[in-house]
Structures are given as C-alpha cells and as structure tokens.
C-alpha cells in the first residue's frame, strides 16, 4: 500500500489497537446511521474508549472523517500512480486527465458526504492534506505535458476545485454523476 503524502510517524501499539477500534466504531455508525453517526461521543461509547481517547487521536470530526477515508485514497493513488491506463501510466495525457476526473466523480459519488466532513471541518483541511497535496502534483504534470504554455499550478487547483466535495454534494440534488462528468470535461477541454 502507499503511504498517503504526508502521514505521521508509526504508532504505540496500545495506540494503534485504541485507533483502529475508533476507526472501526465510527465505520459501523456511519453505515448504521449515516454522516450523523460520527459523533465523537457516539464514537467513543461504541469504540469502548473514552472520549479524551477519541479526541486525543481525532481532534474533531473531519480528522476522523479523513481516517475513515484513508484506504479508499490509497487505492485512489495507487490507480493513478501506478495502475492501468487510461488512470495510470501509459495513455496520453489528456486521457489520463480526464480519467482522473471521472474516478474522482466516482468517489465523490460514493464517499461524497464523509468526504465533505473530512474537507470542511476545519477551516482550509482540504488544501492541507497529504492527498490534496498530490493529486495537485498528479495533475501539474498532466497540464504540464498537454500544454506546456499555461500555469499547470493555476489550472490543477481550477480543476479541483469543483471537485470540493461540498460542491459536489450540492450539484448531485440536481445533476447525475454523467452530467457532472461531462460539464467538467467541457470546462476543461477534455
């Protein structure tokens, strides 16, 4: 598996066991109960751990969110890092850009509502993350080889920020996941 860009260091055991049955916990709330099951107070009373326990790990909802994530985002980055074209390697650039795109609709469409937690929790948590951070420097090299004359730094945040899964979240009460796709093909020439 990849390390998410920017992870922190290895954990206690007794840590990683008390994080881990968090993790587990807030993932049988929320399929139980959807989004609202990630009370950290929920949390903690079916993790069987403290709430200080809870906090000391995931300060508020969003970092939890983020956890909840995280094997959903390495196997997104292993896709476009190292998978089968047309997301991974071996397809031309354009091709690859907008399977990016698409594979992102498509987990915006599955994890849309956590991944919005994960994003607006805390102010700017989007732009800091490890993930943010590399599916930015996927997508530079992409713009960077379709069109070398432009700002591929500009463009790459242009390009997700309609992918913000608040955004997302609000456009699917009225478009399907096609229609998306194609508006952002359309958006961005691809």
């Given at each position: 598996m990849l390390p998410i860009?920017?992870?922190?260091?290895?954990?206690?055991?007794?840590?990683?066991?008390?994080?881990?049955?968090?993790v587990r916990a807030a993932a049988e709330l929320v399929a139980a109960k959807g989004i609202d099951g990630l009370a950290l107070d929920e949390v903690a009373a079916e993790?069987?751990?403290?709430?200080?326990?809870?906090?000391?790990?995931f300060p508020d909802k969003g970092a939890l969110a983020q956890a909840l994530l995280d094997?959903?985002?390495?196997?997104?980055?292993?896709?476009?890092?190292?998978?089968?074209?047309?997301l991974g390697p071996g397809a031309p650039a354009a091709r690859r850009l907008e399977a990016f795109i698409d594979a992102y609709v498509d987990r915006l469409e599955t994890h849309g509502q956590l991944l919005m937690v994960a994003e607006t929790e805390t102010p700017m948590a989007r732009f800091v993350t490890g993930a943010y951070r590399l599916h930015h420097s996927h997508l530079v090299a992409l713009i960077s080889e379709i069109a070398p004359a432009v700002d591929a730094h500009f463009r790459a945040d242009?390009?997700?920020?309609?992918?913000?899964a608040a955004q997302y979240v609000h456009q699917r009460q009225r478009m399907t996941p096609e229609r998306i796709k194609a508006g952002l093909r359309d958006l961005h020439g691809t």
């Open positions: 860009a920017g992870s922190g260091p290895v954990e206690r055991a007794d840590a990683a066991r008390n994080r881990l049955k968090i993790a069987g751990v403290g709430i200080g326990t809870v906090y000391r790990r094997e959903n985002e390495r196997e997104f980055q292993e896709a476009f890092i190292s998978g089968t074209p047309p242009a390009i997700l920020a309609p992918l913000a």
